[in-house]
């Protein structure tokens, strides 16, 4: 069997369907074979997005997600969003087009060394060969899927499309990862005496859906509960012992649960959002999670690597009659904290855009989210229910992600509405994505943010006595016409265009943006100081 025609199989015995990426001469043949065996082609406006869109795809269907991309250029473009998926733990096979090994180290058009490129940014890389092929393709399929997941580079060198492979897939040769020594009996130690513990919950538990586990584990020990921002949704923000998201707005309003606390459980937590020292009261710490991670000096910590039914059987060491329950804390820090948002609706800022849209939205869209200021306020204040539809990056935190990443969920998703709410400087870096939406009729609702500046960025700025500087994006209307790139634009400057966009994009099957021309004033009350 020629190698394309290999690799098209065995992506597609993986559950494959879609490829994304933008092309060169080199990647006709391998175009060829995926059409063959019934995996479609998406072309993308970026390789930047390709990967982004190949993330999201893996985070909402557990498939791995592919993406590819030709020499040089196309290697570098796509190696930012391949970066997402490595910080955001997705699953994701990047392609690429390389030299052949008479040109690998010559000086040539679009010629760089890929493997040296991916290195950083993968699990691992590699370059086809005839003699590897039956060994490395399979091998990329299970190592992206590991934990942590994460993405796998393999270089596709001009010729190796003629070749045969030899041999037949084989079981990777690939170690896993390094055993965990656990210290399982000073961690029921600490379990044991421990009168106020607090959960924080993670990336890893969002991924590895452990709801299950939790809500009966909450049901039973009424502990208190935060999560990191990518966690959100893994648990209804009207559970009793829920009391909101790390790091994003108002996040300070749960401080007063740290002053009790005599033990901190990170359940499935992953640094990668928000370092453990950046919050975490000075008391023991377990950190529960499917490998080791790197830990501060400073911290007293205990690590058990392993999977979440280990976690929990550990976990059955606290004493639910020596808890002391904080319902009427947390209570009261949500009531507060939904008190203040609400303190903010009566003019059109992020906050009231952000309240209409909760109303008129059905209640399982898809809501995808760039990165800024808006995003400290989305994490907080949006309700997700148990349904999980909350898309954000919060390890790579890179803007240009909130497009693509719609793309890709109304594709996966293809019966739910699928929403971006970005700033004006995250759509700006991922404009072009919108072509893509348009190409192939996909519905996506672009909500822009638009006040004119890269907000954060100024915060950041005033909060250190800098007048603002280098973040003024444009004056006037962004848009000044109520079509771009062929799309409708819908104005929404107060609350009652707010209403009536949110409500005609609705009812358009087609892509179309939504321009909310909000007033900033809000961000510098609700976004936290650090």
Same mark, same amino acid.
């Given at each position: 069997?020629?190698?394309?025609?290999?690799?098209?199989?065995?992506?597609?015995?993986?559950?494959?369907?879609?490829?994304?990426?933008?092309?060169?001469?080199?990647?006709?043949?391998?175009?060829?074979?995926?059409?063959?065996?019934?995996?479609?082609?998406?072309?993308?406006?970026?390789?930047?997005?390709?990967?982004?869109?190949?993330?999201?795809?893996?985070?909402?269907?557990?498939?791995?997600?592919?993406?590819? &991309?030709?020499?040089?250029? +196309?290697?570098?473009?796509?190696?930012?969003?391949?970066?997402?998926?490595?910080?955001?733990?997705?699953?994701?096979?990047?392609?690429?087009?390389?030299?052949?090994?008479?040109?690998?180290?010559?000086?040539?058009?679009?010629?760089?060394?890929?493997? +040296?490129?991916?290195?950083?940014?993968?699990?691992?890389?590699?370059?086809?060969?005839?003699?590897?092929?039956?060994?490395?393709?399979?091998? &990329?399929?299970?190592?992206?899927?590991?934990?942590?997941?994460?993405?796998?580079?393999?270089?596709?060198?001009?010729?190796?499309?003629?070749?045969?492979?030899?041999?037949?897939?084989?079981?990777?040769?690939?170690?896993?990862?390094?055993?965990?020594?656990?210290?399982?009996?000073?961690?029921?130690?600490?379990?044991?005496?421990?009168?106020?513990?607090?959960?924080?919950?993670?990336?890893?538990?969002?991924? #590895?859906?452990?709801?299950?586990?939790?809500?009966?584990?909450?049901?039973?020990?009424?502990?208190?509960?935060?999560?990191?921002?990518?966690?959100?949704?893994?648990?209804?923000?009207?559970?009793?012992?829920?009391?909101?998201?790390?790091?994003?707005?108002?996040?300070?309003?749960?401080?007063?649960?740290?002053?009790?606390?005599?033990?901190?459980?990170?359940?499935?937590?992953?640094?990668?959002?928000?370092?453990?020292?950046?919050?975490?009261?000075?008391?023991?710490?377990?950190?529960?999670?499917?490998?080791?991670?790197?830990?501060?000096?400073?911290?007293?910590?205990?690590?058990?690597?392993?999977?979440? &039914?280990?976690?929990?059987?550990?976990?059955?060491?606290?004493?639910?009659?020596?808890?002391?329950?904080?319902?009427? #804390?947390?209570?009261?820090?949500?009531?507060?904290?939904?008190?203040?948002?609400?303190?903010?609706?009566?003019?059109?800022?992020?906050?009231?855009?952000?309240? /209409?849209?909760?109303?008129?939205?059905?209640?399982?869209?898809?809501?995808?989210?760039?990165?800024?200021?808006?995003?400290?306020?989305?994490?907080?204040?949006?309700?997700?229910?148990?349904?999980?539809?909350?898309?954000?990056?919060?390890?790579?935190?890179?803007?240009?992600?909130?497009?693509?990443?719609?793309?890709?969920?109304? /594709?996966?998703?293809?019966?739910?509405?699928?929403?971006?709410?970005?700033?004006? +400087?995250?759509?700006?870096?991922?404009?072009?994505?919108?072509?893509?939406?348009?190409?192939?009729?996909?519905?996506?609702?672009?909500?822009?943010?638009?006040?004119?500046?890269?907000?954060?960025?100024? #915060?950041?700025?005033?909060?250190?006595?800098?007048?603002?500087?280098?973040?003024?994006?444009?004056?006037?209307?962004?848009?000044?016409?109520?079509?771009?790139?062929?799309?409708?634009?819908?104005?929404?400057?107060?609350?009652?265009?707010?209403?009536?966009?949110?409500?005609?994009?609705?009812?358009?099957?087609?892509?179309?943006?939504?321009?909310?021309?909000?007033?900033?004033?809000?961000?510098?009350?609700?976004?936290?100081?650090?």
């Amino acid at each position: 069997m020629k190698i394309p025609d290999f690799l098209a199989d065995q992506l597609s015995n993986a559950g494959v369907r879609q490829i994304f990426g933008v092309p060169g001469g080199a990647s006709i043949p391998w175009i060829e074979a995926f059409k063959n065996a019934g995996i479609e082609f998406i072309l993308t406006t970026g390789e930047s997005g390709a990967a982004i869109m190949a993330d999201v795809t893996s985070r909402l269907t557990g498939i791995p997600g592919v993406c590819h &991309a030709t020499f040089g250029p +196309g290697a570098t473009n796509i190696s930012t969003g391949i970066g997402c998926a490595l910080l955001d733990r997705s699953s994701v096979i990047v392609l690429t087009s390389e030299m052949d090994n008479l040109m690998i180290r010559r000086t040539t058009q679009m010629n760089i060394d890929h493997q +040296g490129l991916f290195r950083p940014l993968t699990k691992a890389t590699f370059r086809l060969n005839p003699e590897n092929a039956a060994e490395i393709i399979p091998a &990329a399929l299970e190592i992206c899927r590991r934990e942590y997941p994460g993405p796998v580079h393999i270089g596709l060198p001009l010729g190796t499309e003629r070749e045969e492979t030899e041999g037949i897939p084989s079981a990777t040769m690939f170690p896993d990862h390094i055993p965990a020594s656990n210290d399982t009996g000073s961690i029921i130690s600490l379990l044991e005496r421990s009168r106020r513990p607090l959960i924080a919950a993670g990336l890893t538990a969002r991924r #590895l859906a452990i709801q299950p586990y939790l809500s009966s584990f909450l049901d039973k020990y009424k502990i208190p509960f935060v999560v990191t921002p990518m966690a959100k949704g893994i648990i209804s923000e009207h559970h009793p012992s829920y009391a909101g998201v790390l790091f994003h707005a108002l996040s300070d309003y749960i401080e007063d649960l740290y002053e009790k606390t005599d033990l901190v459980l990170g359940i499935g937590y992953d640094p990668v959002e928000f370092n453990y020292e950046s919050w975490i009261p000075r008391v023991p710490l377990i950190h529960f999670d499917t490998k080791e991670t790197d830990m501060p000096p400073d911290i007293n910590a205990l690590q058990f690597a392993g999977k979440p &039914a280990e976690w929990f059987n550990i976990l059955e060491n606290l004493n639910p009659g020596t808890i002391i329950p904080e319902h009427t #804390l947390i209570k009261g820090i949500r009531d507060e904290m939904l008190s203040v948002f609400e303190g903010f609706t009566g003019h059109f800022g992020p906050v009231a855009a952000m309240k /209409i849209l909760r109303e008129i939205l059905p209640d399982d869209a898809v809501i995808t989210a760039d990165v800024g200021s808006h995003l400290h306020l989305l994490g907080q204040y949006w309700e997700t229910g148990i349904r999980g539809n909350f898309i954000i990056s919060n390890g790579w935190s890179g803007m240009g992600f909130g497009i693509p990443s719609a793309i890709a969920a109304s /594709i996966a998703k293809p019966f739910l509405r699928c929403v971006c709410i970005t700033g004006d +400087g995250g759509f700006l870096m991922s404009a072009g994505e919108l072509m893509t939406a348009r190409r192939y009729n996909i519905p996506v609702i672009v909500v822009v943010f638009s006040d004119g500046e890269l907000n954060l960025i100024k #915060l950041k700025q005033l909060w250190k006595d800098i007048t603002p500087y280098g973040t003024s994006l444009y004056h006037g209307d962004m848009f000044g016409s109520d079509i771009f790139l062929g799309i409708k634009v819908l104005k929404a400057d107060s609350h009652e265009t707010m209403i009536r966009s949110a409500g005609a994009a609705l009812d358009l099957k087609e892509p179309v943006i939504i321009n909310a021309i909000i007033d900033p004033d809000d961000y510098k009350w609700l976004v936290v100081k650090r």
